[in-house]
């Protein structure tokens, strides 16, 4: 079957049926009122083991501790927001994520032997802004950030570019998808991602501001929530 871009796709009366084409014919099914929780409970009930096994996996990784592939570290860091990242040294993992700063670094404690997560900055990392995530020629300063994403409130550290006609804090903020939290010396953003995301909570549950913000603290920390700093004022308002 011919897959449409999705810009292009829009659906008429006609093919209204085949929206959900594309996905596979167990996803659908699923959706289904015909489908019984019962039985596929039972279809799990075999794998249950294996599936805890596979799930306490990830509390560990078997490649931390040899060399990472850039011959210059050794892998100490994971990433669980990526998919089947490989564990790198601190250095590959900056630079891996010089387009998804947000993900959490995963950094192994070898004393305490847990994993712990960190911001990127904590590993070096800073996010520039104004040429595609790359490092600018002419770097304004580099200061501390907070920004607000799906995945918790990241403490990161953040590079504004001062090439010729980068605009101001808030054009560079914009164009790199975060949203003020202020418009007065701005030290806190919240991304376009999180701001869409409560939305179509909202529209669909009703959820209210103030609760999303407290799963995304926890979703920061969840044993200490209560030392997340965010602005819940700030984000109701935008
Ligand atoms: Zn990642
Ligand atoms: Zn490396
Ligand atoms: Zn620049």
Redesign the pocket.
């Known amino acids: 079957m011919k897959l449409y871009p999705l810009t292009l796709y829009r659906p008429t009366k006609r093919n209204r049926s085949r929206r959900f084409a594309p996905y596979t014919t167990d996803a659908t099914r699923l959706l289904t009122p015909t489908c019984q929780n019962s039985q596929l409970l039972e279809d799990f009930e075999d794998h249950f083991d294996s599936l805890l096994e596979k799930i306490v996996e990830f509390e560990a990784d078997a490649d931390i501790g040899s060399p990472c592939s850039c011959d210059g570290g050794i892998r100490t860091t994971q990433c669980h927001d990526c998919t089947q990242y490989r564990a790198s040294c601190t250095r590959c993992f900056v630079r891996a994520h010089q387009n998804n700063p947000f993900h959490w670094a995963q950094v192994w404690d070898s004393e305490r032997g847990f994993f712990v997560k960190h911001d990127i900055s904590a590993l070096g990392g800073t996010i520039s802004l104004?040429?595609n995530g790359a490092d600018?020629?002419?770097?304004k300063n580099n200061i501390l950030f907070t920004v607000v994403d799906t995945n918790g409130v990241h403490a990161t550290r953040l590079s504004l570019?001062?090439?010729l006609e980068?605009g101001t804090k808030i054009d560079q903020l914009m164009r790199a998808r975060l949203f003020p939290a202020t418009t007065v010396d701005t030290k806190t953003a919240f991304t376009f991602k999180v701001l869409k995301e409560f939305h179509l909570h909202n529209l669909e549950s009703k959820e209210a501001a103030y609760d999303y913000l407290a799963a995304i603290r926890r979703l920061t920390d969840n044993v200490f929530t209560d030392d997340v700093p965010v602005s819940f004022s700030t984000f109701l308002f935008n």
């Open positions: 104004g040429h600018c020629p002419n770097p570019c001062g090439c980068s």
